[in-house]
């Protein structure tokens, strides 16, 4: 599945990569941004994917609760139990394919170097994706989430989540590289939700003093919202790349800095919540993978 000028009208409007010129020295603090982002979300998904690995399997001191039947061979008493439990299994197992390969399909060194390697990881992806919506629908419609407005935006995102599995196939099958290029990056915009939502409710909680959240069953305006903020802005953003991805924008200078200072402030605290939720006692995925690493 490699990439490709789809046609040569798509190429008479393409600029050459030969003919831009590069970036002024005023944009290096972007760059250096970008790739801050970059490092700290290879990192935080490197550690998620391990996480989904050892908590699903029963590796470490406590399994899911909604897995936790199968795994310890406990009885399940009715068929909608069956479902909910091989649902949720396979949306782990695929899960955690998405969390750890993406890193190897949007390599651009495998892609050209590579290209058995860039197609056929690519077809496990939109396939691991496809069946991780399959897993997670299943669950939702014998089980429940855990709340009736959760069930429903999380089956929202699992259903965005396999359509972008399907359409980055199909465009990539009928050679239109450019359309599955796209549709492969929204694929893992919705990938991202499942790790940006702990990272958006820790960081919330700990810099707001959980201000719009609820207590025990009841729903705040916060609790609301990030059912659909945890996978709606990863779209736009993933449009926005989509759309620009072929020319350089050049912010104005009046604009540069308070830019630069927004993002760089989005950065601290994506980096404070990727820290407090992995690499502490308290955190979601800390509490169990440091269990399991000091025995």
């Excluded at 939109?126 to 069946?131: D, E, T, Y």
Aim: proline residues 5%; positive net charge; hydrophobic residues 55%.
């Amino acid at each position: 599945m490699t990439i490709r000028v789809e046609d040569t009208m798509t190429a008479r409007h393409r600029t050459p990569m030969a003919s831009i010129p590069p970036p002024p020295g005023g944009d290096a603090p972007l760059r250096w941004l970008g790739r801050a982002f970059q490092a700290a979300t290879l990192a935080g998904l490197a550690v998620f994917g391990l996480y989904i690995l050892l908590r699903a399997s029963g590796a470490t001191p406590q399994n899911f609760a909604q897995w936790d039947a199968l795994v310890a061979g406990q009885p399940i008493r009715s068929t909608s139990e069956w479902i909910a439990n091989l649902g949720l299994g396979l949306h782990f197992a695929m899960g955690a394919i998405l969390v750890l390969a993406w890193t190897i399909l949007f390599s651009s060194t495998v892609r050209a170097r590579h290209r058995a390697v860039h197609r056929w990881t690519g077809r496990v992806y939109v396939g691991a994706g496809l069946l991780a919506g399959i897993g997670g629908l299943s669950f939702i419609l014998t089980h429940g989430a855990y709340a009736p407005p959760a069930s429903v935006a999380f089956a929202i995102w699992g259903s965005l989540m396999m359509a972008c599995a399907v359409m980055a196939y199909v465009h990539a099958r009928a050679r239109r590289f450019d359309r599955h290029r796209a549709w492969a990056i929204r694929l893992f915009a919705m990938v991202l939700g499942s790790w940006v939502f702990d990272l958006e409710i820790r960081a919330w909680s700990d810099l707001t003093g959980g201000a719009g959240m609820g207590e025990g069953n009841a729903f705040g305006p916060f609790d609301y919202a990030i059912l659909y903020l945890f996978f709606v802005p990863n779209l736009l953003v993933a449009e926005f790349f989509i759309r620009n991805g072929h020319r350089r924008l050049v912010l104005p200078r009046h604009l540069r800095w308070p830019v630069v200072t927004a993002l760089a402030t989005a950065g601290l605290v994506f980096a404070y919540a990727i820290v407090m939720v992995t690499a502490t006692p308290g955190g979601k995925f800390g509490k169990h993978l440091l269990q399991l690493a000091t025995g």
